[in-house]
């Protein structure tokens, strides 16, 4: 695995961000998954911080992330630095996006460490900005 095929793994999900509406949103397409690909969210809620294996993953996602209803208007790639591993890559980006809901636009800022091997993600480590996310979902329109 070289850092231009854990680079082009990425970019391949960020555009699955903005093509995916609604429901359909994801940050991490089933196809880029590997079967035991572990997902991390440290300073996801407690219960929700660890998810081994794709299918772990798409269940949660079907059920309480489908439940999000965004769709994605910007990834903005904040900055992506490789490290002396080729199979890791370490990403941070804002999203921007509206809330279906409630029509509210908001972005939120997240750092992630993403592991790729053979072309497909083995872990994804997402420190996202809780806080963040939580005035998103929760805020009414003006």
Not at 51 to 56: K, S
Not at 116 to 128: A, F, I, K, P, S
Request: proline share 4%; with cysteine.
């Amino acid at each position: 695995m070289t850092a231009a095929t854990t680079l082009a793994v990425y970019r391949r999900l960020q555009e699955a961000v903005l093509t995916g509406k609604g429901a359909d949103a994801t940050l991490l397409p089933e196809d880029l998954l590997a079967e035991d690909v572990l997902i991390e969210l440290p300073f996801a809620p407690e219960g929700r911080r660890r998810y081994q294996g794709r299918e772990a993953w798409l269940t949660y996602y079907r059920s309480a992330g489908a439940g999000l209803f965004i769709d994605f208007e910007e990834f903005r790639e904040l900055s992506t630095h490789s490290t002396s591993d080729p199979e890791v890559l370490v990403v941070e980006y804002e999203l921007t996006g509206k809330v279906l809901a409630t029509g509210v636009r908001s972005s939120v800022t997240c750092i992630a460490v993403l592991r790729v091997r053979d072309g497909l993600v083995t872990n994804w480590r997402e420190y996202q900005d809780i806080p963040a996310i939580t005035e998103a979902l929760t805020r009414q329109p003006e």
